[in-house]
T-cell receptor, first 117, second 110 residues
Framework: GAVVSQHPSWVICKSGTSVKIECRSL??????MFWYRQFPKQSLMLMAT?????????EQGVEKDKFLINHASLTLSTLTVTSAHPEDSSFYIC?????????????FGPGTRLTVT | EDQVTQSPEALRLQEGESSSLNCSYT??????LFWYRQDPGKGPEFLFT???AGEEKEKERLKATLTKKESFLHITAPKPEDSATYLC???????????FGKGTTLSVSS
């Protein structure tokens, strides 16, 4: 149990275009989902927290209009990088919590590698 | 300020050479201490949750322990496939983001 998937696993897009990344909890209902980005050889950096049906809470320094997060259902959250630029190239990872009886545990997706050319 | 600190940053072991990774924390009202394994280019893989001081959990060659100030991940007779970055994280409330350490990168050579 507690499987989280992400799609796509990797994506290349041109500068100025938008790209959407999906995060799904496959076998449990995720009350809360988190989005992280990770640069090479660095730890995870939290971008935002999202609860189903509510607006996401963004960390300081993360542009809300650039990184659009939608948590429309208890199993799906999406991250849209709008008007992407090369500096947005990174590894994006989502996590989900809400597994019955294990409220404190978070389970991570496999990550999405974004390259902006 | 709530904080999680891992040491060492990097650890090189020979196959079969047991060792321990350290995670010290200053988190008010700790509700859970977590260990994850992360391979290059992949998301963190859940290993253990520890809830209270004195608790221990084991999985294959790994054993995690918890005291009131720190947690240890003991690796017994490691194999090359145990090479990865091991992340420690803590939380004080369900539904909130984990507080991560910077990780320990373990390399096991045969």
């Amino acid at each position: 149990g507690a499987v989280v998937s992400q799609h796509p696993s990797w994506v290349i897009c041109k500068s100025g275009t938008s790209v959407k990344i999906e995060c799904r909890s496959l076998d449990f209902q995720a009350t809360t989902m988190f989005w992280y980005r990770q640069f090479p050889k660095q730890s995870l950096m939290l971008m935002a927290t999202s609860n189903e049906g509510s607006k996401a809470t963004y960390e300081q320094g993360v542009e809300k209009d650039k990184f659009l997060i939608n948590h429309a259902s208890l199993t799906l959250s999406t991250l849209t990088v709008t008007s992407a630029h090369p500096e947005d190239s990174s590894f994006y990872i989502c996590s989900a919590t809400g597994l019955a009886g294990r409220a404190y545990e978070q389970y991570f997706g496999p990550g999405t590698r974004l390259t902006v050319t | 300020e709530d904080q999680v600190t891992q040491s060492p940053e990097a650890l090189r072991l020979q196959e079969g050479e047991s060792s321990s990774l350290n995670c010290s924390y200053t988190v008010s009202g700790l509700r859970g201490l977590f260990w994850y394994r992360q391979d290059p280019g992949k998301g963190p893989e859940f290993l253990f949750t520890l809830y209270s001081a004195g608790e221990e959990k084991e999985k294959e060659r790994l054993k995690a322990t918890l005291t009131k100030k720190e947690s240890f991940l003991h690796i017994t007779a490691p194999k090359p496939e145990d090479s990865a970055t091991y992340l420690c994280a803590a939380t004080y409330q369900a539904g909130t983001a984990l507080i991560f350490g910077k990780g320990t990168t373990l390399s096991v050579s045969s």
